[in-house]
């Protein structure tokens, strides 16, 4: 057996990267997040080859002062939090201070960025080396270009799927992205086509036409309700729009797309026997809760998280949504199409 010995940092930059840096829809998750924290109204996503050749984040955020882009793709800095108890009360969506850093280990970055009236700067990181740091002409915010992803990890980049399973990841996350910040206009295109354009006018409803088509967005009904310990508010389909998947089901906790089973279940149950077996509705559920009831440092994804009083949540939900669909008159519709036909065929 081999004596222990400790890793270099290069090989340890590769490991840790491997935990945020799944694929390309990872570089996307992470970085169009930095852009809403950074304050960014307006994020444009632009791919090649379903982010396989490049990916560009553009956005008209903050930006970052010359001084702090070195810091920014250091392991675990960040202006995010400041200490442990900072984790309990999280209010961004990144604040491990790993993104950048990690994707930079893994492929090749340019960043060009600027705050209001100050000279931008420009930075190109390959494999986690600085090749240059040079003055720029950027205006406010930040573009940051990622290109030959995996490049350095050939085991990783060859269990990349095909362009268009690629593509589709991406799809679904700046999706869930639009859908959780309504606020921001989110932008997705791919070899030069536009697959997303959010108004970013805060209207729920809109972002949901522009995802699933206006049709679709009009077939939904909007819920809401609150108690001592959560907030639940969205839209949800009535039983006559469903599909064959989960995946249509949209978790939103303060403002992060999450995936929880239990939370899915609540939503599904709600409809109680109005589902036929195998269907389900499409939903997008927001819940605010105090940050204290909340863990989301479970995974370096982030997606995954632990709720404190879950199962009153969970009944909560159901509740809701079972009230809700309670309100529209589904069987008389039913029954007005039956006559409709029946005075067609006479």
Do not use: C
Request: charge should be positive; proline fraction near 3%.
């Amino acid at each position: 057996m081999r004596k222990i010995a400790v890793l270099d940092q290069n090989t340890i930059d590769k490991i840790a990267a491997g935990e945020v840096v799944e694929r390309p829809s990872s570089v996307v998750k992470e970085l169009v997040e930095n852009a809403i924290d950074a304050g960014a109204t307006a994020v444009t996503v632009e791919i090649t080859e379903g982010g396989k050749k490049l990916i560009r984040i553009t956005d008209n955020g903050s930006g970052m002062e010359a001084e702090q882009i070195p810091l920014a793709f250091l392991r675990h800095a960040t202006s995010k939090i400041i200490d442990r108890k900072d984790l309990f009360k999280v209010h961004t969506l990144g604040f491990r201070g790993e993104a950048l850093p990690s994707i930079a280990s893994v492929s090749d970055v340019v960043m060009e960025t600027a705050v209001s009236g100050r000279a931008g700067t420009k930075i190109h990181i390959k494999g986690g080396e600085v090749l240059e740091k040079t003055l720029s002409a950027s205006r406010e915010g930040t573009t940051i270009t990622v290109s030959d992803l995996f490049y350095n990890t050939p085991a990783r980049l060859k269990y990349l799927k095909s362009v268009q399973t690629e593509l589709s990841y991406i799809s679904d996350i700046v999706n869930r992205l639009a859908l959780s910040h309504t606020d921001v206009a989110l932008s997705l295109t791919n070899n030069g086509r536009q697959l997303l354009q959010s108004a970013g006018n805060g209207n729920l409803q809109q972002t949901i036409g522009a995802i699933y088509g206006v049709q679709n967005a009009r077939q939904m009904v909007k819920f809401e309700d609150a108690n001592l310990d959560f907030k639940i508010s969205g839209y949800t389909s009535l039983p006559k729009l469903t599909r064959a998947s989960r995946n249509y089901i949209s978790l939103l906790v303060n403002g992060r797309y999450v995936k929880n089973f239990q939370l899915t279940k609540a939503v599904i149950e709600g409809y109680g026997s109005k589902l036929m077996t195998g269907r389900y509705p499409i939903t997008v559920l927001s819940i605010e809760l105090d940050p204290t009831l909340v863990d989301v440092n479970v995974h370096p994804t982030k997606q995954e998280i632990k709720i404190s009083k879950e199962d009153e949540l969970v009944t909560f939900i159901q509740k809701t949504i079972f009230e809700r669909i309670g309100q529209e008159n589904l069987i008389p519709d039913g029954l007005q199409n039956i006559k409709s036909k029946t005075k067609e065929k006479l």
